[in-house]
């Protein structure tokens, strides 16, 4: 089965970070579990949104070190780890939130993409599409609105 990338555009108004805890929430209420790949340093800081981000609710979830177990619904992955996807093959949806695309080893999955709005940003998320196409994907291009997820 061909996986997905889905992209969403941000308009100047969203704040990435929360479009990401929402597009999290959204994910796993629908019973699926989720990995967010981003950068390094990247990673405490959307660990501490994901605890803070709503109230009345909580977002199960861990950052993974290598060797740690695979059993929580939502991990916060670096992008260092990429060579291990294999390990993670039951988690069926995927935030991108690195610069770099995600084409190896990556069979019926739902790859999540967020496209703000600056040029630099548009021309990296560009070039992806152009990945993704070239590698067969379903292409799903929508304006970010949380209940489109």
Known sequence: MKSTANFFSL???HNLDLCICNCIKHLFKKENKVIVITSDDKLERLDKLLWT???NSFL???I????DK??????LLSFKYIDK???FNEYKSIINNHSTPLLKNIDAINI???VEDDENNKTISRKKYSDYKKYNF???HNTYDEQTI
């Open 11 to 13: 308009n100047k108004n």
């Open 53 to 55: 981000f709503e109230q």
């Open 60 to 62: 199960p979830h861990k």
């Open 64 to 67: 993974y070190e290598d060797g």
């Open 70 to 75: 695979v059993d929580t619904p939502i991990l």
């Open 85 to 87: 996807f294999e390990i």
């Open 112 to 114: 999540y993409e967020f």
């Open 138 to 140: 379903t292409l799903v």
